[in-house]
Each structure stands twice: as structure tokens, then as C-alpha cells.
């Protein structure tokens, strides 16, 4: 079975029909014409339409992020502080030095408290010294002196607890006094060892480094998991809401910061 080419020319060819129908094609043919006809009313509509969709999708600047902390907040937490047991005994140059004495034994003693709280979380000094206007009264020198003290968990300890921050800060506000009876020389010692760059250590390694090793327990050359992994054991083992010291929380914390930077 199959085509025999000597078969072909022997085969008669069955003819083919081409009908022609008019009147079909001539209704097709309108058809169309009135479809386009109505394409082009719609188009024409669509032209002479106003355009107010078009205004919604113009580029608009992006809105500015909400500050993450605001004047309001500032003098709340000012007035909570202020009802407490203990705040009268709080001064405001007690409450600068405080301050100032905090930033100085942080790992980051080149910095001032804006910057540092911005290294820990971009914004949050910028935002806290926009929202504290001047001049600084006690009030307001008393959530500064908490951040400097608490550093991030400054707002939850002023939400939350405001009677363990007065406490707090007089506690450190009276080792302030007397804690710091340093001469005019071993001051001058003391900040020229704790310079950015300089290395009390003999095998030439950085002596804040260092030091912010051990508070986390590592050694030198710890890689950063296990900077992490130690950060994470020590937070849980001192946070303040399991019963442990406010100021052995911040050092953690100020270690880890140092140390990831």
C-alpha cells in the first residue's frame, strides 16, 4: 500500500469547486466597517474624558519616617521620673556629670552620647537630642542620663519602670562624686592609653578590644558567631528582668556593639 507515481497521470483528478458567495461577504464586509465604527466612538470618548486617575499615580516623595523618640515621649517620661520616690535628691550638674562620666568609661569614649546611641541604633540620638529643646532642665537631663546609662532599653525601662531609674541614677550619681578623684596627670595618662589606635598590650593588640573580649569571655581572635553566640548567652544571664545588674547589662551590650562595628 502506498502512492504508485506511474498511477498518477492514469487517475482522473476530481475537480474543484470555487463558490463565491456575495451577499455573505458583502455582509461580513459591514460587519466590520460598523465594529471599527464603534471602536473609534469609544476611542474618541476616552480622549475628551477628564483625567483625575492620572494625578493619583505622579510620583510622590516618600514621607518621612516617624522619629523614634518625640518630644511628647520626652516629657512623659520627665514627669514620671519627677513623681518618684528619691527624685529630689537628684541634681542637675550631678545628672551632667553622670553623664559625661558614663560616656567616658563606655567603649566608645571618643564619642558623645548622640553618637553613641546612633552607632547602636542609626537615628536614636538624633531623634532623642531633636526632641530635648533647650535648655536642659533636671527633667530632661534625667532621660538623657538614663539613655547614656540603659542605652537602647532606656525607653523600655522609662515606660515601665521609672521608680528603678530614679533609683538607678542615684545610685550613680553619688559614686560620681567621689569616684573620680583622679589628679590632673593620671587623667592625662589614663585618656592617652584609651586613645583610638593606641595598644597597652605588648603584642601590639588594641587594648578596648581586648578588654571588650573579656567582658564577653572570649579570647583574642574570637570569630563573630561566637561574639554573637556569647552576646546572646550574656544578655539572657544579666538582663535586668531576670534579676540582674543594670550596669553589667550595659557593658554587654556596649562590648557587643564595639566589637561588630
Known sequence: MGFDPRRWSAEPRPQQRVTSNVDALLQENEALRREVRQLRRQLESLRQRPEPSRQRWRWQEPAEPDPLVCAAQVERWGVALAEQKGWSVLRLAGLEQLIEQLNRSSFLP???LQQR???L???L????FAAIPSPVNKRRCAVLAAFALYGVSAIEWLDDDPQRVVLELRQRQGQSRGGDRRTRSDQRHTDRQSKPGSSADPRGRDARTVAALQVLGLEWGASRQAIKQA?????KQHHPDVGGAAEA???VNDAYQFLVA
Open 110 to 112: 571618643q564619642l558623645t
Open 117 to 119: 546611641l546612633d552607632h
Open 121 to 123: 541604633v542609626p537615628g
Open 125 to 128: 540620638g538624633r531623634d532623642l
Open 231 to 235: 552576646h546572646r548567652r550574656l544578655v
Open 249 to 251: 547589662f550595659r557593658r
